[in-house]
């Protein structure tokens, strides 16, 4: 554990416990955490720091959470919950429990074609359903591929992903693994569904081969053989690899566009076709050499000049005008001299090879004919029929003298099951009965296909403990794999309640494991949905103090949302107002959001009155009202009278 790590320890949103590290990519780290909501363990990818603070990073990291939010499928990681905020931002994905495919490769080294075969349908059903949802992984390879312990796979790291509408070309951005890329990538041209076709093809080639198709000192000049090169055929590595994949691989790996498979759905359908019948052969003919540049990995075969002698003279003409054409500069560094010298000799080449695919066919069109009607001229008395041995048991034909004396036997490799053969009984020949054969002085070779009897009814796999989904696969593979028994099984999911067992995990399966299988079976997988929610009445907190408030609610097993709104109010500081969702029943743990009194708003303090006897600033002169001048009027003081008037 890095105790230097910031993360690692702490609680995100209150939910999710960081307990390790457990990787790290180019735009984020990847951590062990646990879900305290759900209790299970689950993976965190959170966006690196130094990226944090660029809008491009950002917008790259939540289109990548957009787009795998998108995908439900078994071969795929699933995406669980997306987080964004101001101080992190991260995406909870499923926790998933193995190895790449790369490490597995590295350990193992050459991988047997019936395990690449594996691995490689269920690539490509992931994919397929990517592109389905209009998503393109653009960056397929061994790395980003987790083998699970029950052998099946899922494709992580959708981080470059791009919504087909919203994809950049790489001429603006360099994405993915040098080794895997398409030759458009390469090129930094428009990439479509295409380009995971040719990627998948290049992983499919690596396990068949223990070899990466191409190899250079520099990362450029790898690119440029993506662009430009022809790899060794498989086969040419690993003679074990049967015609018919082989064909699909280089199919898929094909450089030139229109000739790739245009669509995963196309892939898919030839696997599997190839996986009910590996004597299946696809005819794929690989480019000839003018068609690529000069850098080549191997030869064309004469073979191929055969295969194509018929087409290359129809396209003769247009192959003349196109020396017509002007050479224009190739990438690569070629000058205009180096790349007329270069195309002069491919055009050479070409022409020798035509010259000889015309000998080829001719004698092989001689021998045909000879072969037709050779035995006109020689005598009966040379010939045999081979006799039949469909039917016999082996045992008695290998010892039989008259056979030994006349036949080579062997035994075929791909001897089977069969419902009409007992197990020692032969049920095909090569060559058939009645086959005229010229007697010479060594035996006639005959190959013998003989039965292993019966094929024996499968059992029930140990699924306890793992996905529901990867559960269900697995017993839809053995419907697959044991096709000729019409097993005809009907496979029922029952959902149920669980303190104990992780969410989405088998909890027991009906039959239960190493448990013979029969005809028209029901399969009952048992998984588990965690545990029950409860659900409780929220309290009505307003006029509670903060702290109270609090309390209350953890004891009905509720939480405050955050952050807490405080609003001026008359009442007391830290007096709760307002609480959501009062009343209601909620599922325990539910976040319930305050409103609380921040006290009431202050008093401003009174406008002071001027006193007219204090001292004016400078400048200002007061000067009081004028006294009025004029004064009321007395009373009138009445006359007095005149004694001794006689007026």
Same mark, same amino acid.
């Given at each position: 554990?890095?105790?230097?790590?910031?993360?690692?320890?702490?609680?995100?949103?209150?939910?999710?416990?960081?307990?390790?590290?457990?990787?790290?990519?180019?735009?984020?780290?990847?951590?062990?955490?646990?879900?305290?909501?759900?209790?299970?363990?689950?993976?965190?990818?959170?966006?690196?720091?130094?990226?944090?603070?660029?809008?491009?990073?950002?917008?790259?990291?939540?289109?990548?959470?957009?787009?795998?939010?998108?995908?439900?499928?078994?071969?795929?990681?699933?995406?669980?919950?997306?987080?964004?905020?101001? *101080?992190?931002?991260?995406?909870?994905?499923?926790?998933?429990?193995?190895?790449?495919?790369?490490?597995?490769?590295?350990?193992?080294?050459?991988?047997?074609? &019936?395990?690449?075969?594996?691995?490689?349908?269920?690539?490509?059903?992931?994919?397929?359903?990517?592109? !389905?949802?209009?998503?393109?992984?653009?960056?397929? &390879?061994?790395?980003?591929?987790?083998?699970?312990?029950?052998?099946?796979?899922?494709?992580?790291?959708?981080?470059?992903?791009?919504?087909?509408?919203?994809?950049?070309?790489?001429?603006?951005?360099?994405?993915?693994?040098?080794?895997?890329? %398409?030759?458009?990538?390469?090129?930094?041209?428009?990439?479509?569904?295409?380009?995971?076709?040719?990627?998948?093809?290049?992983?499919?080639?690596?396990?068949?081969?223990?070899?990466?198709?191409?190899?250079?000192?520099?990362?450029?000049?790898?690119?440029?053989?993506?662009?430009?090169?022809?790899?060794?055929?498989?086969?040419?590595?690993?003679?074990?690899?049967?015609?018919?994949?082989?064909?699909?691989?280089?199919?898929?790996?094909?450089?030139?566009?229109?000739?790739?498979?245009?669509?995963?759905?196309?892939?898919?359908?030839?696997?599997?076709?190839?996986?009910?019948?590996?004597?299946?052969?696809?005819?794929?003919?690989?480019?000839?050499?003018?068609? *690529?540049?000069?850098?080549?990995?191997?030869?064309?075969?004469?073979?191929?000049?055969?295969?194509? !002698?018929?087409?290359?003279?129809?396209?003769?003409?247009?192959?003349?005008?196109?020396?017509?054409?002007?050479?224009?500069?190739?990438?690569?560094?070629? !000058?205009?001299?180096?790349?007329?010298?270069?195309?002069?000799?491919?055009? %050479?080449?070409?022409?020798?090879?035509?010259?000889?695919?015309?000998?080829?066919?001719?004698?092989?069109?001689?021998?045909?004919?000879?072969?037709?009607?050779?035995?006109?001229?020689?005598?009966?008395?040379?010939?045999?029929?081979?006799?039949?041995?469909?039917?016999?048991?082996?045992?008695?034909?290998?010892?039989?003298?008259?056979?030994? *004396?006349?036949?080579?036997?062997?035994?075929?490799?791909? !001897?089977?099951?069969?419902?009409?053969?007992?197990?020692?009984?032969?049920?095909?020949?090569?060559?058939?009965?009645? $086959?005229?054969? @010229?007697?010479?002085?060594?035996?006639?070779?005959?190959?013998?296909?003989?039965?292993?009897?019966?094929?024996? @009814?499968?059992?029930?796999?140990?699924?306890?403990?793992?996905?529901?989904?990867?559960?269900?696969?697995?017993? &839809?593979?053995? &419907?697959?794999?044991?096709?000729?028994?019409?097993?005809?099984?009907?496979?029922?999911?029952?959902?149920?309640?669980?303190?104990?067992?992780?969410?989405?995990?088998?909890?027991?399966?009906?039959? %239960?494991?190493?448990?013979?299988?029969?005809?028209?079976? $029901?399969?009952?997988?048992?998984?588990?949905?965690?545990?029950?929610?409860?659900?409780?009445?929220?309290?009505?907190?307003?006029?509670?103090?903060? %702290?109270?408030?609090?309390?209350?609610?953890?004891?009905?097993?509720?939480?405050?949302?955050?952050?807490?709104?405080?609003?001026?109010?008359?009442?007391?500081?830290?007096?709760?107002?307002?609480?959501?969702?009062?009343?209601?029943?909620?599922?325990?743990?539910?976040?319930?959001?305050?409103?609380?009194?921040?006290?009431?708003?202050?008093?401003?303090?009174?406008?002071?009155?001027?006193?007219?006897?204090?001292?004016?600033?400078?400048?200002?002169?007061?000067?009081?009202?004028?006294?009025?001048?004029?004064?009321?009027?007395?009373?009138?003081?009445?006359?007095?009278?005149?004694?001794?008037?006689?007026?």
């Amino acid at each position: 554990m890095d105790l230097n790590d910031k993360y690692i320890g702490k609680l995100l949103d209150n939910r999710y416990e960081i307990l390790e590290k457990i990787g790290a990519g180019g735009m984020a780290v990847v951590y062990k955490a646990r879900c305290h909501r759900l209790n299970r363990l689950v993976a965190v990818k959170i966006l690196k720091e130094e990226l944090a603070g660029d809008e491009d990073f950002r917008r790259r990291f939540h289109t990548e959470s957009q787009a795998v939010a998108m995908l439900s499928h078994p071969n795929i990681v699933a995406v669980y919950d997306v987080s964004k905020t101001p *101080r992190v931002d991260y995406i909870v994905m499923e926790l998933i429990e193995g190895i790449t495919l790369k490490q597995y490769i590295n350990r193992k080294g050459l991988l047997s074609w &019936k395990e690449a075969l594996h691995f490689s349908i269920q690539i490509a059903k992931a994919i397929a359903h990517a592109h !389905s949802k209009g998503i393109i992984h653009r960056d397929i &390879k061994p790395h980003n591929i987790m083998i699970l312990k029950d052998g099946s796979i899922k494709v992580a790291d959708f981080g470059i992903a791009r919504l087909i509408s919203n994809q950049n070309t790489l001429a603006q951005e360099s994405l993915g693994s040098v080794h895997y890329i %398409s030759p458009e990538q390469a090129k930094g041209g428009h990439v479509d569904v295409r380009t995971d076709i040719y990627s998948l093809g290049v992983v499919m080639y690596e396990m068949l081969t223990s070899r990466l198709p191409f190899i250079g000192d520099s990362p450029v000049s790898v690119a440029i053989q993506h662009i430009s090169s022809i790899p060794l055929m498989p086969r040419d590595i690993n003679p074990d690899v049967p015609q018919g994949l082989e064909d699909i691989t280089m199919h898929a790996m094909e450089s030139r566009l229109r000739a790739r498979y245009a669509t995963a759905e196309e892939l898919l359908r030839d696997l599997e076709e190839f996986r009910k019948n590996p004597a299946a052969v696809f005819r794929y003919a690989p480019p000839a050499a003018e068609s *690529r540049a000069i850098d080549e990995t191997r030869p064309v075969p004469a073979e191929l000049a055969l295969a194509k !002698s018929a087409e290359a003279m129809k396209q003769a003409a247009p192959a003349r005008r196109e020396r017509a054409l002007p050479l224009r500069p190739r990438r690569g560094g070629l !000058s205009r001299e180096e790349y007329k010298r270069a195309r002069g000799a491919s055009f %050479s080449t070409a022409s020798l090879i035509a010259v000889a695919a015309v000998i080829v066919l001719a004698v092989g069109a001689l021998l045909f004919i000879w072969g037709s009607v050779k035995d006109w001229f020689a005598p009966d008395d040379n010939y045999v029929s081979v006799a039949s041995f469909v039917g016999m048991p082996y045992d008695e034909v290998r010892f039989e003298e008259e056979y030994v *004396r006349m036949y080579e036997f062997s035994i075929a490799v791909d !001897s089977t099951y069969s419902d009409e053969y007992d197990e020692g009984v032969i049920y095909a020949q090569t060559p058939k009965a009645d $086959t005229r054969e @010229m007697l010479t002085d060594e035996r006639i070779e005959v190959t013998l296909y003989v039965s292993q009897g019966k094929r024996p @009814m499968p059992r029930m796999p140990d699924l306890t403990g793992q996905d529901y989904r990867v559960a269900e696969n697995a017993v &839809k593979r053995i &419907k697959t794999e044991y096709a000729e028994l019409n097993l005809e099984l009907e496979i029922v999911m029952q959902p149920v309640k669980s303190d104990s067992v992780t969410r989405d995990l088998v909890i027991e399966t009906v039959p %239960s494991a190493d448990e013979l299988m029969t005809k028209n079976m $029901t399969v009952y997988i048992t998984y588990s949905e965690g545990p029950e929610i409860k659900k409780v009445e929220v309290p009505n907190v307003e006029g509670l103090t903060l %702290s109270a408030a609090r309390l209350e609610l953890e004891s009905k097993k509720l939480t405050i949302g955050l952050p807490i709104e405080y609003k001026e109010s008359e009442a007391a500081y830290d007096t709760v107002l307002y609480n959501t969702q009062k009343g209601e029943l909620v599922p325990e743990h539910t976040e319930i959001f305050l409103q609380v009194s921040s006290g009431p708003p202050e008093t401003p303090e009174p406008t002071k009155t001027p006193d007219p006897t204090e001292t004016e600033p400078p400048g200002v002169t007061y000067e009081p009202p004028e006294t009025p001048t004029e004064m009321p009027p007395a009373t009138p003081t009445p006359p007095e009278e005149t004694a001794g008037t006689g007026e």
